[in-house]
C-alpha cells in the first residue's frame, strides 16, 4: 500500500501556472496523475513509468504540463502552464506496478491520493 497526498492546487487564472506535489510513502514503477471534473470521467493527464523515468502524457496537456519525480524525496510533481479553464478539475495522484501502456489508465492503479483542486479561471 502506498500512501499519497497531494499538494499545490489553488485558482489562477487563464495563462498562468501551478506546480503540484505529490508525496509518497514510496515511488512506485508507475506514478500517475489524473484529474476529473464534475459530471465527467477520471482521466489520466501525465504519467511517469520505470527506471529511466519514461513520461507519458494526454494529448489535452502535451507541451503544457510536465511531469517529473525525486526519487531522494519520493516526490512526484506536474507542472502546469499555460492553464485553461477546462484544465478545471480535482487532481489525483496515483501509484502501482504496471506497463507503460497502462500508465493513463486509472484502473490500472489501485493507490490513490485524496486530491487537488485546480481552478483556472477565464
Known amino acids: 500500500q502506498v500512501h499519497l497526498v497531494e499538494s499545490g492546487g489553488g485558482s489562477v487564472q487563464a495563462g498562468g501556472s501551478l506546480r503540484l506535489s505529490c508525496a509518497a510513502s514510496?515511488?512506485?514503477?508507475?506514478m500517475g496523475w489524473f484529474r476529473q471534473a464534475p459530471g465527467k470521467e477520471r482521466e489520466g493527464v501525465a504519467a511517469i513509468v520505470g527506471p529511466g523515468h519514461s513520461t507519458y502524457y494526454a494529448d489535452s496537456v502535451k507541451g503544457r504540463f510536465t511531469i517529473s519525480q525525486a526519487n531522494d524525496k519520493n516526490t512526484m510533481y506536474l507542472q502546469m502552464n499555460s492553464l485553461k479553464p477546462e484544465d478545471t478539475a480535482m487532481y489525483y495522484c496515483?501509484?502501482?506496478?504496471?506497463?507503460?501502456?497502462?500508465?493513463?489508465?486509472?484502473?490500472?492503479?489501485?493507490?490513490w491520493g485524496r486530491g487537488t483542486q485546480v481552478t483556472v479561471s477565464s
Open positions: 496515483a501509484a502501482d506496478r504496471c506497463k507503460w501502456y497502462q500508465s493513463l489508465r486509472s484502473y490500472t492503479y489501485n493507490n
Open positions: 514510496y515511488m512506485s514503477n508507475c
